[in-house]
């Protein structure tokens, strides 16, 4: 038990060190779209939002 209490003591130091969050808001209809495409992209959906997110940068560069 107190090695799942140190993991999960590292994973909210390391993320309030190196992560931001981004909140998205979408509609029920477009989150629902948003799952469907990346569950066929065999993908989750955060996973999904970030590639098309890298995709569209490097394209635009």
Same mark, same amino acid.
């Given at each position: 038990?107190?090695?799942?209490?140190?993991?999960?003591?590292?994973?909210?130091?390391?993320?309030?060190?190196? $992560?931001? /969050?981004?909140? $998205?808001?979408?509609?029920?209809?477009?989150?629902?779209?948003?799952?469907?495409? @990346?569950?066929?992209?065999?993908? @989750?959906? !955060?996973?999904?939002?970030?590639?098309?997110?890298?995709? /569209?940068?490097? !394209?635009?560069?």
């Amino acid at each position: 038990m107190v090695d799942k209490e140190k993991k999960a003591k590292y994973n909210i130091e390391y993320a309030k060190k190196n $992560l931001k /969050r981004i909140p $998205l808001d979408v509609t029920k209809e477009k989150y629902q779209e948003i799952k469907n495409a @990346s569950e066929k992209a065999g993908e @989750s959906v !955060n996973g999904y939002i970030k590639k098309a997110i890298d995709d /569209r940068m490097n !394209n635009e560069q």
